[in-house]
């Protein structure tokens, strides 16, 4: 039962990254249109920059979850590698925990601006206006699910301290000592 | 507790978590966190920098250059372009000790006409530089240091994101300071080319040459280059080129922004690798691969700016520079401490940052010591650029980390950019030394 | 921020403010003048007046809230005061951005805030409840100075105007609207570069700014148009803040805030005139549109403040009947708008 939800968890880590990456892809595309708009039929698209601003955020916090499971966050181990195994662990269970704590504050303080903005559906923007609530939206989902990611790894972290050959079924999602 | 004995203890704070391994974004946003709550004592106001701070940071169209720049240099080295532009640059200069080195800085150079970010630069030559010098035997240390000392030049060379910080600041031309950067830029690019050299000659090995049994130094053997020719490499490396001439002449010719132009490159580099064979699943490991890289810089970004309003914050920032100034001391000395400060900054701040704190304090002192605002502006940019390469905070150098991933460890890149920074000072003191290399460009406008 | 006690009695006490927003001080003229005369002067009269000592944490330049998150700082308390424009929150502050929904108001920025001063006063209880919503007080308003072109080619006719790219940030595009000019959305930031390399050809903005951001350089010719000055920025304080303030201070605090207003706008005016003088000596050529001309443009526009008004309803304000005595105030102070708004 953990196990199928923890394989769901990283599924869904994956798929928004992904997304997040189509919508750099799709950040590309909507710049490029207003360029040729402009360019060539005088026609440039009012509301290109609200539409980028406000989506960088959210891919951000889309992609943030599968980075954390990869490990991709930029950390020195300078000191970490020459630690004995255990307090290694133990380390490694004190970062996640710091990323935890505080992809949580950001879902807790997040949660009366998102209510609101969507409330009175937030937008930004005069020729063209752009909903922006939804970016509040993402940035919760996106903690959500990154803070899950640093509680697996303190799991995992936990349980290698107690049986040193444990191993985890990918590399991927391993823990990093 | 004082807010000053707030931001001391957070900087301690700081460094240690971030030597005991902590993730940098982790660290930087949990000492934001804590300081604020120390200073207001209020725990709703600490935590409201977490959600204001992850919405807002980032929300500005010329941010846009991150991704879009890493998505570019994704499909550059997903087409293999990247690989036949170094072969062509190896094929130009072999005969120069550490050619690859060169080539580096060179193709720096020509892309900060392009992008307005060091951390964009750092990011795209990361992956197209860091392989080809591996693959050329090169050491990693030299390899790291040639792309993370040549990636500032994207903030020196016109356009520049600080410069028209800075222009706005000190109420000068934003015109007359994208020129005064072209001869400086050039002037390190060129300093980093001797150095380059001098290193190779020095150390052989460092660029993947040896000697050889008759003491003669030759460079080792890389198979691919046996069948190479002039019109061969040239056509080959090509494609590259129209992609920087379209951005360059976009921009020069007035067609597009910088912003656009990084949206505009990374379609042409799409449409090269179509060209080039790039199938669904091809284009589906290139945005994986982009999401990652840009998922940690962005993150990145994101936390420094809580770190740096905590630390405005405080006040802490304002006290530094009032000391500088209120020492009443002789111009040499006040420029050598200036530049001392923004170095100390650069260790913990991100560079636009660093700028907004100081330059409204240092606009006194210059008209103390009637300095020229334009000069001034260049030396600074180059002195708070060299904090982009300073522990523990780096920003071009965790960009690399990002782009690199595994194989390569934060303290490698620190380590092999030394050389890099000790050259980036060697240019601030003759720019400092002979202002006109900075002011002759504007002065013919 | 508050009170940092040091002891009780009869000794003084130390009143720490954090002070900012998005602008740069020396970028605007609001922002300077709140620096200059708002802080200095709240912090001399406290010294001179009241067993209080009232110390700056300047935040300006947007080093702890940028320009669209100022009004959530402050309300958060990461900002005690807030100096800042309302440009920025479309729909949280709708009505602090009504001047831009009347094009061609007064060019006078000092008129403009008098009649905005007008309106606020009266409906008072409905601005109150719209700071309340975001836990602040209002304390000043702020005015831009008086938007106008400035282009890298001459305009001396409406006609043009015609095929050119005219760059502006997004509450003055619709002004363009009918003209034969192409609106590109921009920010001042890249508004340099743009029009040196050519992506559009000019600005709506007013000259002071148009001087800070040395548009002149590459954009040679000044028009006036007479889209008018807009009372969009300003200072508030955190509510939290605010009450915990002594009555002596809060007393003093409205006082110089009341004086703010009106050296603001003086400033805003005066500092639109030495900018344009300035920039002609650096070369802006002054072009002349007729009056013709610009009345066609005013009767070509969409009924820009009926739309926004009746917008202003469905959010609940009473936005009829506050547009019509903004555009009543002015012409109460002697404004003759280009085209007789008719809002109902
Ligand atoms: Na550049
Ligand atoms: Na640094």
Redesign the pocket.
Same mark, same amino acid.
């Given at each position: 039962m953990i196990r199928k939800f923890d394989r769901f968890m990283n599924i869904l880590a994956s798929v928004s990254s992904y997304i997040g990456a189509v919508g750099i892809l799709i950040i590309m595309i909507v710049i490029c249109f207003d360029v040729t708009g402009r360019i060539f039929f005088n026609h440039p698209n009012i509301g290109t920059p609200e539409i980028v601003q406000n989506s960088l955020a959210a891919i951000a916090f889309l992609m943030l979850p599968w980075a954390t499971y990869l490990g991709q966050h930029v950390r020195s181990t300078m000191i970490k590698n020459r630690l004995p195994v255990k307090l290694a662990y133990s380390a490694e269970i004190a970062a996640y925990f710091v990323g935890a704590c505080l992809f949580l504050g950001v879902i807790l303080s997040a949660w009366e601006p998102m209510t609101f903005a969507t409330k009175i559906k937030d937008f930004q923007g005069e020729g063209l206006r752009v909903p922006i609530y939804p970016v509040w939206w993402v940035i919760i989902y996106g903690s959500v699910l990154s803070c899950y990611q640093c509680i697996s790894k303190i799991v995992k972290a936990a349980a290698a301290i107690k049986n040193p050959t444990f191993t985890t079924e990918d590399d991927g999602g391993g823990i990093q000592v | 507790m004082s807010m000053i004995t707030v931001a001391v203890i957070s900087v301690i704070c700081l460094f240690t978590l971030i030597l005991f391994g902590v993730h940098i974004g982790f660290s930087l946003s949990l000492m934001s966190f804590i300081g604020i709550w120390l200073m207001t004592e209020k725990i709703q106001i600490a935590l409201s920098i977490l959600a204001t701070t992850s919405f807002e940071a980032i929300r500005d169209y010329t941010f846009a250059v991150i991704p879009l720049f890493v998505l570019m240099g994704c499909f550059m080295s997903q087409s293999g372009v990247a690989k036949d532009l170094f072969d062509a640059m190896n094929y130009f200069i072999k005969k120069l000790p550490g050619g690859l080195g060169i080539a580096t800085v060179v193709s720096n150079a020509v892309f900060a006409a392009v992008t307005g970010v060091s951390v964009a630069s750092a990011a795209v030559f990361a992956r197209i530089c860091l392989p080809e010098m591996s693959r050329h035997r090169y050491k990693p240390g030299f390899a790291l240091g040639a792309v993370g000392g040549s990636s500032v030049l994207g903030m020196l060379i016109p356009p520049s994101l600080l410069m028209i910080v800075y222009g706005m600041l000190s109420e000068t031309s934003i015109g007359k300071l994208f020129l005064a950067g072209i001869v400086p830029g050039l002037i390190l690019a060129g300093i980093y080319c001797v150095g380059i050299i001098g290193m190779s000659i020095a150390k052989p090995e460092l660029t993947g040459r040896a000697k050889n049994a008759g003491g003669k130094v030759i460079s080792a053997s890389v198979e691919e280059e046996a069948t190479q020719n002039f019109l061969m490499v040239s056509l080959r490396a090509l494609p590259i080129f129209i992609i920087v001439i379209l951005v360059l002449g976009g921009i020069w010719g007035g067609f597009f922004t910088p912003t656009e132009a990084s949206a505009v490159g990374a379609f042409a580099t799409l449409i090269l690798s179509v060209a080039r064979g790039m199938r669904p699943k091809g284009l589906k490991k290139v945005l994986l691969e982009t999401a990652g890289t840009t998922s940690s810089i962005l993150f990145l970004l994101i936390s420094a700016q809580m770190y740096s309003r905590m630390l405005t914050m405080s006040g802490a920032t304002v006290a530094l520079a009032n000391m500088v100034q209120n020492s009443s001391l002789g111009a040499g000395i006040v420029l050598f401490m200036i530049c001392f400060v923004l170095i100390l900054l650069?260790?913990? @701040?991100d560079s636009t940052s660093i700028l907004l704190i100081t330059v409204p304090l240092i606009l006194p002192i210059a008209a103390a010591f009637g300095w020229n605002l334009i000069w001034l502006g260049i030396v600074m940019i180059i002195v708070i650029e060299?904090? @982009? @390469?300073?522990?523990?905070?780096?920003?071009v150098?965790f960009a690399m980390k990002a782009t690199i991933g595994e194989g390569v460890e934060v303290e490698d890149i620190f380590k092999g950019v030394i050389p890099f920074l000790l050259m980036m000072a060697m240019a601030v003191v003759i720019i400092i030394a002979f202002p006109s290399l900075t002011t002759w460009l504007p002065s013919l406008q | 921020g508050g009170k940092d006690a040091q002891s009780s009695g009869g000794e003084r006490e130390t009143i720490t403010l954090k002070i900012g927003g998005g602008h740069m001080v020396n970028g605007m003229a609001y922002t300077q003048v709140a620096q200059e005369f708002f802080q200095a002067e709240i912090s001399k009269r406290c010294a001179e007046e009241t067993n209080y000592d009232v110390e700056w944490i300047e935040a300006y330049g947007g080093t702890i809230a940028k320009l669209p998150e100022g009004l959530t700082a402050c309300q958060n308390g990461l900002l005690d005061v807030l100096v800042n424009s309302y440009a920025f929150e479309n729909a949280k502050l709708f009505l602090m951005n009504m001047n831009y929904y009347v094009p061609f108001s007064s060019t006078d920025p000092t008129i403009v805030t008098k009649a905005s001063r007008m309106v606020m006063d009266e409906y008072a209880d409905v601005y109150e409840d719209l700071w309340a919503t975001y836990n602040q007080k209002f304390l000043a308003l702020g005015p831009t100075g008086a938007y106008e072109l400035i282009t890298n080619f001459p305009v001396n006719s409406l006609a043009d105007l015609k095929g050119h790219k005219i760059a502006a940030a997004g509450a003055n595009l619709p002004w363009l609207e009918g003209t034969g000019a192409i609106p590109v959305q921009s920010n001042l930031n890249e508004a340099y570069t743009s029009i040196q390399t050519g992506v559009y050809d000019g600005w709506i903005m007013w000259p002071d700014a148009s001087y800070r951001y040395k548009l002149h350089e590459v954009a040679p010719y000044f028009t006036a148009i007479g889209f008018g000055a807009d009372a969009i920025q300003g200072i508030s304080i955190n509510l939290d803040v605010w009450n915990s303030l002594p009555e002596e201070v809060q007393a003093i605090m409205e006082e110089v805030a009341a004086e703010y207003e009106v050296k603001s706008a003086e400033a805003a005016k005066e500092l639109d005139v030495t900018s344009l003088e300035a920039m002609q000596k650096e070369g802006l050529t002054i072009c002349e549109m007729p009056k013709e001309d610009i009345e066609k443009w005013a009767a070509g526009l969409p009924n820009i403040p009926q739309v926004r008004a009746s917008e202003a309803e469905g959010m609940g304000f009473p936005g009829i009947e506050i547009w019509n005595a903004y555009i009543d105030a002015q012409k109460q102070l002697g404004h003759t708008f280009a085209r007789d708004w008719i809002v109902q």
């Open positions: - | 650069g260790c913990v @701040l060299m904090g @982009l @390469l300073t522990p523990p905070f780096g920003m150098v | -």
